[in-house]
């Protein structure tokens, strides 16, 4: 029988989260000047918004593949949880700074992005 593993999809988002959290915000800047459509796809608020939720998204389906019971407060409370440590490595990042706009921004679209899932799974059942 094969084991998978349903969670590999979270890992790798949220492995690049660390390493988006960990670019320099002049860095950010240089790509957004590429082209207009950067600029919406990289601005901070849509990365904090769909970066999470899609992150909490994908820990809700690991959960659901596994069949665990409280999926979605299991998915919100550590994908926030997850935003929180990452908003206190900016803290102690020269480059960076810890901004209460940004755990917002991850709590709102870790909650949009979870109705939706849940939407999808509930209204299937």
Avoid: C
Wanted: charged fraction near 15%; hydrophobic fraction near 50%.
């Amino acid at each position: 029988m094969e084991k998978t593993n349903h969670f590999l999809p979270a890992y790798i988002v949220g492995v690049l989260l660390l390493i988006g959290a960990s670019i320099p915000t002049d860095s950010l800047t240089k790509i957004k000047d590429i082209h207009g459509f950067f600029d919406i796809v990289f601005s901070e608020y849509s990365l904090h918004f769909f970066g999470f939720g899609i992150f909490a998204g994908l820990l809700a389906w690991g959960y659901y593949k596994r069949s665990s019971s409280g999926l979605f407060l299991r998915a919100g409370f550590f994908s926030f949880s997850y935003g929180l440590l990452i908003e206190v490595y900016h803290y102690f990042l020269p480059y960076r700074s810890a901004e209460l706009l940004d755990l917002a921004l991850d709590a709102a679209g870790i909650l949009i992005i979870l109705g939706l899932v849940w939407l999808i799974f509930y209204r299937q059942k």
